[in-house]
């Protein structure tokens, strides 16, 4: 990306047939799209983009990103023959930078997981080893990528959906600061958790195309006014002096010396370019409390984000005698079974008799987490730990122990800049048992900048080609 | 036994803006259906609310003419609730912070001013159109996401007439704020009453009914009267009135019951994560307060200072707010508030009545209109006169020309009319033996001689004047 | 807490779908560590603290302009339903 100056049609052309057949070549191994889309439309009016940033570039979109006239399932049967009547407003943003869109990619039911075993469409698998996971609920983009299918796939990012992927299938997962890129047109999770973002395979496009993707919306009440820096000019390798507080609650909860053999080395590589390193310990206490606490806000609020789902005016329909049973057939054979548990549980969590004990503490939990961090977080630049306490799961893995600490909080840190709404990424620091593991950092709000500027040294010192060549 | 009567009214008003509260779609009427939509209306997946800056605007207004505190920092929240014309699954309402609080209205019953309260008045959206046939339903969309304002009062009303009273009120000043067609038929207004009797002395309310699908202030005052007989029969019974929503049918002119209230719906409100708060800067909330529309009582007070008129005719006038411009821009051109006003309110009332008319409708503008009471209060034409001609007037032909083809243009120039008494007087000696003798009526004769050789044009007060001041001379 | 088959039928019931038996008991089962997490989220003192709502709390000013931009066809309207009949979608009979 970023090199079009010296591309001819020619070239770019091959580039975007020989990813779609790659994309098609690997759809049996990895199972990563949804939908293949017919490029040529978007071949016609290309010369028009000339200029633009990503001029030529094939990339795919998650499937809960609209595009008119181009089925977008959010991997739900409820979904899986509607065609949009508009375009999500980054769709736009993308045609006019000159990107071609090849394929809409799997993820979990409505976003609503963090494996990807959930799709309508069946498991993702990881590039890496397909009997493990993709890690979701972006893993079909996530896959892809990891693959080397696309240099850049959209991904949302909920609670780690972006993030937690891409260090599974090493690559570069960024989710900007929330508001930084237009959510008009995504189909929800959350809507106070959810963000728009991206993978890409190095550090450099990922600035690439926040520069495209990012912006003001009017279409989007919570999107920013914040001026969209240059990023690609922050990447100087220079992180002299850069305080960096590593969250030691994530890092004493991993049992695999493995992964944490690897961050090590990374952390070290860092302060030889010159970063202040510190270890810090937020609240114990919160830290437990960010899954319930997540799980609580995001599915309170897709209860009612869903609820347009109904089979009467788009959508699968269920005929029935009555419009009432129209709904509930609909619904009850449209979503999967762990989507109407959730929503169970978020009706729960709404109810009258039960919001202040069960939401609304969510939402106060939430804010003092938040402000847990930023006291941390006011003396540092930026935040920094392992992005997973191992390396993908197996698809069959049911060993899980969802109450142990290192579940709770070491594999679910992530979710905290789904709650302060600040930038993070996550990038490959390195391979365990053979499998990709990454390394997350976040920073302060808006700093996208300096954010991808470390995550860009971090690449530097670590050559992951090399890493790959050698596993 | 007679009981307390105790009603609250609860009136959701479209308001005229352009497009929906939350998208940028046209508000439409009897357009064709869901054509005036966009994805936001439809509630697609991955759409989100933008709010529009003209209902805050009205809304606001709204909050000023009804003395309501405006809150500064607008806040929505959603009610969730599944129905097939409310496409998103819930309604983008504002439950926990309306923009407007603690209001009152003056209403006006029998003579004697009375305060109604307003507890509150928040911004909503509607739902979609549905027409029900007889084993299917047609939805339109057109109707959802249309801008509304919920205006609650306080129990504060004690009959029929009062409810009536207050909903005409609000209906007047918010058609005289521009803001809403108020229309109870086409359902741009729509009423809901809560109702309950109590005796005289209990200190604890009654029990609550709900009456919905009032289309019309009469067929609110039936429903009211029918329905505090209907309670006090049973109170007088001692049987229980149950909590529930009744419609007013219209052909029976009686209440019935909708649907009995299981417990409270609970519609799990909580505040609009798509939404941030919204703080109104306070200039242009100032601004807004400050150049509201003259309203209705105000313009009555105004049409008695500056026209003259009686408490009556300008209550007629204001009350009909395009009667009212109407009057007033034909007082741009005319002089005499009062007769303008009586020509309007009993003439042109009656005429356009008379032939299926209405003020927007008609072709006479104010020009002409105000030609024609200038020629009659500078005696130019009779009243007569003007009545034969007023059809063709309110037709939109020019009362000048009129005037002018019919040859009615009244003779009021004093000289000109004396010279023709002179030549009558002169012409009718018998007359003037007659009015010597003591006879009156030939005082009547000669005028009516001298209004015939005038070709009826002659002024008639003025040859009646001059006609007796000239007989003395003989 | 507790969640019954009842309840948890109530609650499905409110979201406009229904749950297999299998499906109840699944949840009945996993209830019992959700409740575990959801006791971590309630032992936490939160008296005195306001709920959260959005990841920023600045104000903002902007309001939408009240002018028409974006109006779709009847026919994309109508194009994802499933029963249409002169130009509205069609249901069977909705009881009001």
């Known amino acids: 990306m970023g090199e079009n100056v010296m591309l001819n049609e020619e070239i770019v052309l091959k580039r975007i047939s020989d990813a779609y057949n790659f994309a098609k070549n690997v759809q049996e191994e990895l199972n990563a799209m949804v939908t293949f889309v017919d490029y040529n439309d978007q071949l016609e009016n290309m010369n028009m983009h000339k200029s633009g940033k990503m001029f030529g570039v094939p990339i795919v979109l998650k499937d809960n990103v609209n595009t008119k006239g181009i089925k977008t399932t959010a991997s739900s049967k409820m979904l899986e023959n509607y065609v949009p009547i508009y375009d999500a407003t980054i769709v736009t943003k993308l045609k006019d930078a000159g990107a071609i869109i090849i394929g809409k990619s799997s993820m979990d039911e409505l976003a609503m997981g963090g494996t990807n075993l959930t799709a309508a469409t069946g498991s993702v698998k990881n590039p890496y080893d397909t009997n493990r996971m993709s890690g979701g609920s972006s893993g079909g983009s996530a896959s892809l990528v990891g693959k080397g299918v696309v240099s850049m796939a959209i991904g949302s990012d909920t609670g780690d959906s972006i993030r937690k992927p891409a260090a599974f299938c090493g690559c570069v997962g960024l989710k900007p600061t929330y508001g930084r890129i237009s959510?008009?047109?995504?189909?929800?999770?959350?809507?106070?958790?959810?963000?728009?973002?991206?993978?890409?395979?190095?550090?450099?496009?990922?600035?690439?195309?926040?520069?495209?993707?990012?912006?003001?919306?009017?279409?989007?009440?919570?999107?920013?006014?914040?001026?969209?820096?240059?990023?690609s000019e922050f990447l100087s390798g220079d992180i002299k002096g850069k305080k960096i507080a590593i969250l030691k609650n994530v890092t004493d909860n991993i049992s695999n010396v493995d992964v944490l053999k690897c961050f090590n080395e990374s952390i070290e590589k860092l302060k030889q370019q010159g970063a202040i390193v510190e270890e810090v310990i937020l609240n114990e206490k919160l830290m437990l409390a960010i899954l319930p606490t997540y799980y609580l806000i995001a599915n309170c609020e897709a209860t009612a984000n869903h609820a347009n789902l109904n089979g009467i005016c788009y959508g699968n329909q269920v005929e029935s005698q009555t419009s009432e049973q129209i709904m509930i057939k609909s619904r009850t054979n449209g979503f999967g079974p762990l989507i109407r548990k959730r929503f169970v549980i978020g009706s729960y969590g709404l109810f009258v008799e039960n919001q202040e004990k069960l939401f609304k503490q969510a939402q106060k939990v939430r804010r003092l987490i938040v402000e847990e961090y930023d006291k941390v977080l006011k003396d540092f630049d930026f935040v920094c730990a392992p992005a997973s306490a191992s390396i993908a799961p197996l698809l069959d893995d049911k060993h899980l122990d969802q109450l142990s600490d290192e579940y709770l909080v070491a594999e679910n840190h992530m979710i905290i800049s789904n709650f302060t709404g600040y930038p993070s990424i996550s990038v490959p620091?390195?391979?365990?048992?053979?499998?990709?593991?990454?390394?997350?950092?976040?920073?302060?709000?808006?700093d996208e900048g300096n954010l991808l500027n470390l995550a860009y040294t971090h690449e530097l010192c670590n050559d992951f080609k090399a890493m790959k060549a050698g596993n | 036994m007679a009981y307390k009567v105790v009603i609250g009214i609860e009136i959701h008003c479209e308001l005229k803006t352009k497009t929906k509260m939350f998208s940028s779609a046209p508000l439409s009427f009897a357009q064709t259906p869901n054509s005036c939509v966009n994805e936001v209306d439809l509630a697609h997946p991955g759409t989100l609310p933008c709010v529009n800056k003209n209902a805050i605007k009205y809304a606001i207004m709204a909050c000023s003419a009804f003395n309501l505190e405006i809150d500064t920092l607008v806040k929505f929240d959603r009610k969730n609730y599944f129905y097939t014309d409310l496409p998103k699954g819930y309604q983008i309402t504002q439950q926990f912070h309306p923009i407007g609080r603690n209001g009152f209205i003056d209403i006006n019953v029998d003579g004697n001013s009375k305060r109604i309260n307003i507890e509150r008045l928040h911004m909503e959206e509607d739902t979609?159109?549905?027409?029900?046939?007889?084993?299917?339903?047609?939805?339109?969309?057109?109707?959802?996401?249309?801008?509304?304002?919920?205006?609650?009062?306080?129990?504060?009303?004690?009959?029929?007439?009062?409810?009536?009273?207050y909903i005409s009120k609000i209906q007047e000043i918010l058609l005289y704020l521009g803001v809403s067609d108020v229309k109870m038929e086409q359902g741009s207004m729509r009423c809901d009453i809560n109702i309950s009797l109590m005796k005289q002395d209990a200190e604890k309310l009654g029990t609550k009914v709900e009456i919905k699908n009032l289309n019309s202030l009469s067929n609110v005052l039936k429903a009211v009267e029918f329905e505090i007989s209907r309670q006090s029969d049973m109170l007088d019974n001692a049987e229980l009135i149950v909590q529930e929503t009744r419609r007013f049918d219209e052909t029976t002119k009686s209440t019935v019951s909708m649907r009995k209230k299981e417990g409270?719906?609970?519609?799990?409100?909580?505040?609009?994560?798509?939404?941030?708060?919204?703080?109104?800067?306070?200039?242009?909330?100032?601004?807004?307060?400050?150049?509201?529309?003259?309203?209705?009582?105000?313009?009555?007070?105004?049409?008695?200072?500056?026209?003259?008129?009686?408490?009556?005719?300008?209550?007629?006038?204001?009350?009909?707010?395009?009667?009212?411009?109407?009057?007033?821009?034909?007082?741009?051109?005319?002089?005499?508030?009062?007769?303008?006003?009586?020509?309007?309110?009993?003439?042109?009332?009656?005429?356009?009545?008379?032939?299926?008319?209405?003020?927007?409708?008609?072709?006479?503008?104010?020009k002409n209109f105000a030609n024609l009471i200038n020629m009659i209060t500078k005696k130019e034409i009779s009243g007569k006169q003007a009545k034969q001609i007023f059809a063709q007037v309110v037709d939109g032909e020019n009362c000048i020309e009129l005037v002018k083809s019919s040859g009615m243009k009244q003779i009021s120039d004093e000289g000109a009319i004396l010279q023709i008494v002179i030549d009558v007087l002169n012409d009718n000696p018998q007359s003037i033996e007659d009015f010597k003798n003591g006879k009156d009526r030939a005082i009547g004769f000669l005028v009516g001689q001298v209004m015939k050789r005038s070709k009826g044009q002659a002024n008639p007060s003025m040859a009646n004047q001059l006609v007796s001041a000239q007989i003395k001379n003989y | 807490m507790s969640l019954n088959k009842e309840y948890i039928n109530v609650l499905a019931k409110d979201l406009m779908f229904e749950l297999s038996e299998d499906e109840v008991n699944d949840i009945i089962d996993e209830f019992d560590v959700l409740s575990q997490q959801l006791e971590l989220l309630q032992s936490i003192d939160t008296s005195g603290v306001l709920e959260m709502i959005y990841p920023f709390e600045e104000e903002t000013t902007f309001l939408r302009e009240d002018e028409v931009v974006n109006v779709i066809s009847q026919k994309d309207a109508i194009s994802n339903a499933f029963k249409v009949k002169s130009g509205h979608i069609l249901v069977p009979k909705v009881v009001k």
């Open chain 2, 264 to 366: 409270n719906v609970d519609y799990k409100y909580f505040p609009e994560p798509n939404i941030f708060p919204i703080r109104l800067p306070l200039d242009w909330v100032n601004e807004i307060v400050n150049n509201l529309p003259e309203l209705p009582d105000a313009r009555r007070v105004r049409y008695h200072d500056v026209y003259a008129l009686e408490e009556y005719d300008a209550n007629v006038l204001v009350s009909n707010k395009l009667l009212a411009d109407f009057y007033e821009l034909v007082m741009q051109d005319c002089d005499d508030g009062k007769i303008c006003a009586n020509w309007i309110i009993s003439e042109l009332i009656a005429q356009l009545s008379k032939t299926n008319q209405s003020i927007a409708t008609m072709k006479c503008d104010s």
């Open chain 2, 128 to 165: 979609a159109k549905q027409f029900h046939f007889n084993d299917e339903t047609l939805i339109d969309y057109n109707r959802a996401g249309t801008p509304l304002v919920e205006i609650v009062s306080d129990p504060d009303m004690t009959s029929g007439v009062e409810a009536v009273a």
């Open chain 1, 183 to 231: 959510r008009y047109g995504i189909i929800p999770y959350s809507s106070s958790l959810d963000h728009v973002g991206c993978f890409t395979s190095n550090v450099k496009d990922a600035a690439i195309a926040l520069e495209v993707l990012a912006g003001r919306d009017d279409l989007d009440m919570t999107s920013s006014y914040e001026p969209v820096d240059n990023y």
């Open chain 1, 429 to 446: 620091m390195g391979f365990v048992d053979k499998m990709p593991v990454g390394i997350n950092f976040t920073a302060h709000k808006f």
